[in-house]
Nanobody
Framework: VQLQASGGGLEQAGGSLRLSCVAS????????MGWCRQAPGKEREFVAA????????FYSDSVKGRFTISRDNAKNTVYLQMNSLKPEDTAVYYC??????????????????????WGQGTLVTVSS
């Protein structure tokens, strides 16, 4: 399984960016997907996750109401629409995937060992 994230860049505070993550995998619809981020000197923080096909989603409090995760199973792609960006959103963003039985997007699965596959990351920089 390979995950290719893209869409990062430099944006002003209050602006928007959309990240994409394409998965080179068969049966993409059977994978739970998540986005996390890591800022310099900080721990990795999960921000959003989406279930296989029922559209269930979960967000961290830090991005709830501003970020939207979605997926297009026909394109093997998961998106992260980021609106109302803040300087504190500056980080490298990673997408992750899992096919574990019983996985659902939740606070409980907002951790590194809940996922099996990782993309290479895309840098998001938000200027004030």
């Amino acid at each position: 399984v390979q995950l290719q994230a893209s869409g990062g860049g430099l944006e002003q505070a209050g602006g928007s960016l959309r990240l994409s993550c394409v998965a080179s995998v068969r049966s993409f619809s059977r994978y739970g997907m998540g986005w996390c981020r890591q800022a310099p000197g900080k721990e990795r923080e999960f921000v959003a996750a989406i279930g296989w096909t029922d559209g269930s989603v979960f967000y961290s409090d830090s991005v709830k109401g501003r970020f939207t995760i979605s997926r297009d199973n026909a394109k093997n792609t998961v998106y992260l629409q980021m609106n109302s960006l803040k300087p504190e959103d500056t980080a490298v963003y990673y997408c992750a995937a899992t096919r574990r039985s019983g996985w659902i997007p939740s606070e409980r699965t907002f951790k590194t060992d809940s996922y099996d596959y990782w993309g290479q990351g895309t840098l998001v920089t938000v200027s004030s």
